[in-house]
């Protein structure tokens, strides 16, 4: 079947899924960017109560890395606050950076204190699920029905390009996340779907 043939929505269990997803190509280019995700925009990145929950266990292990202003920020607010829209976010520093970045001088890279920390083994807790499924953005609609769409940022340009130039989709560039969120039996469906799709 032709991309241009695909139907725009996929329903894989109880998860749709923008065809998109399948088609388009995508891998973050962190030398060219700079984790800029973690700095633009203007509110933090949706969350959980849980993790919420999870964030705050592991707030003393990550506080070392954190900017005195982002401490502030905590200190005053805590981890997380309510968006203009409603919608529960990472708390963050002057309107834009997520208050649990952190700057590796060597690579002059903004990366994530809580991913940092579990890579190192220090915690359980990798980050908010919707922070590791990007460029997805995931939404639950009042049935109980949960959409997933790709979305295209221009800091992520970079992203699509590397993804072309290495014939990454996107689904499979977000393996991982993908697994983690919906589980293992659900990510080989979405695989085979799109075999059969793009066959």
Not at 47 to 55: F, S
Not at 70 to 94: E, F, H, M, N
Not at 159 to 173: A, T
């Amino acid at each position: 079947m032709d991309k241009k043939q695909l139907p725009p929505i996929l329903q894989i269990g109880d998860v749709l899924i923008s065809s998109d997803i399948i088609t388009e190509e995508f891998c973050c280019d962190l030398t060219v960017c700079h984790g800029a995700c973690c700095v633009e925009g203007e509110a933090g990145a949706p969350v959980t109560l849980d993790d919420v929950a999870a964030i705050e266990d592991c707030l003393d292990t990550v506080w070392p890395d954190l900017s005195a202003a982002a401490q502030a920020v905590i200190d005053r607010q805590g981890v997380a606050y309510t968006d203009p829209d409603g919608d529960l976010v990472t708390s963050i520093v002057g309107g834009k950076d997520c208050v649990f970045t952190y700057y590796d001088r060597q690579d002059d890279c903004c990366l994530c204190a809580l991913e940092k920390a579990c890579r190192n083994g220090q915690t359980n807790y990798m980050k908010p699920i919707s922070c590791a499924l990007y460029p997805i953005r995931e939404k639950t609609f009042n049935d109980g029905t949960v959409g997933l769409n790709y979305h295209r940022w221009a800091i992520c340009q970079c992203g699509r390009e590397k993804g072309r130039n290495i014939h990454l989709p996107v689904y499979r560039f977000l393996e991982g996340p993908l697994t983690r969120r919906f589980g293992k039996e659900w990510y080989d469906e979405l695989c085979s779907v799109a075999s059969q799709l793009l066959s």
